[in-house]
């Protein structure tokens, strides 16, 4: 039962559908070093295995519906973009990830999403289908919203934002926002039951971004080269002379002397 109004669910699914293209595209960046670099470094490709996934059971659910436009162009579109990050990382990963790759592709990709299909159809029937293919699609997006919890336990124990960027953290709140609109307009609670809690972490994250944030700048000021540093001038350090600071000199014991000038932390410059 359709809550907010068809005109509502258009302008919501179309809104879903661009702020997921973005998020779709996020890891362009990635990709775009793994090709310069012509290695995967250390980066995994479970969440790209996770995410097709997620979009193939989606599509599922939305072909067993009636009405599921909006759900099956962008799901479509999901399918297409993470089975090219696929690809394209299977290509320059190491023989061993490749390995890895592929098994996870066989079992959990096409063998859990095989083995969900053919239950489904078995032992279901009509509204059933639909619902027992809703309820796995809720449960399994509950788990993917609840990814980030490492991140967010690796922000609070590093007190660093450096592995959580912004602009994906507020690109997929808007992305949970969008999606739990179009839910409850399409009066569809498999959608956008799972979305609340998408809302939930998405504001958690950027609640932790202005927080780390605004503390990595407090400890770590920056330091005009004018200014005096517990009685050093910044700018005195490019005067000393260069002579022999290529080589360490030589002391008895073996023991080297640098000409690194240490800064101590004091009341003023912390």
């Not at 696929?86 to 990963?93: D, E, G, M, V």
């Not at 788990?143 to 980030?148: Q, Y």
Request: charged residues 15%; positive net charge.
């Amino acid at each position: 039962m359709a809550i907010l109004g068809t005109h509502t669910s258009i302008i919501f699914g179309l809104l879903g559908n661009i702020v997921s293209c973005l998020v779709y595209m996020a890891p362009l960046p990635t990709f775009y070093r793994i090709f310069k670099k012509k290695s995967t470094e250390g980066f995994q490709s479970i969440p790209y295995s996770v995410a097709l996934f997620s979009a193939m059971l989606t599509l599922y659910y939305a072909y067993l519906k009636a009405n599921a436009f909006m759900l099956i162009t962008i799901n479509s579109v999901g399918c297409v973009i993470e089975s090219l990050y696929l690809i394209f990382y299977i290509i320059y990963a190491t023989k061993s990830s490749k390995i890895t790759t592929v098994k996870l592709l066989i079992f959990f990709n096409f063998g859990a999403f095989g083995l969900i299909v053919v239950f489904t159809y078995l032992f279901s029937t009509g509204p059933r289908r639909i619902a027992v293919v809703g309820w796995i699609c809720a449960v399994f997006s509950v788990c993917v919203f609840a990814a980030p919890l490492s991140v967010i336990r690796l922000v609070i124990k590093t007190k660093s934002v450096e592995y959580m960027p912004f602009s994906l953290s507020f690109c997929l709140t808007i992305c949970a926002v969008m999606w739990f609109m179009y839910g409850l307009s399409v009066g569809d609670f498999y959608i956008a039951t799972p979305n609340i809690m998408g809302l939930a972490f998405g504001v958690t994250q950027m609640i932790l971004y202005l927080i780390y944030s605004k503390r990595r700048n407090e400890i770590m000021p920056v330091v005009d080269p004018k200014e005096e540093v517990n009685g050093i001038h910044m700018n005195s350090i490019a005067d000393l002379p260069r002579e022999n600071s290529d080589r360490p000199q030589q002391i008895e014991g073996n023991l080297e002397l640098d000409y690194t000038i240490y800064i101590q932390p004091s009341e003023e410059n912390v």
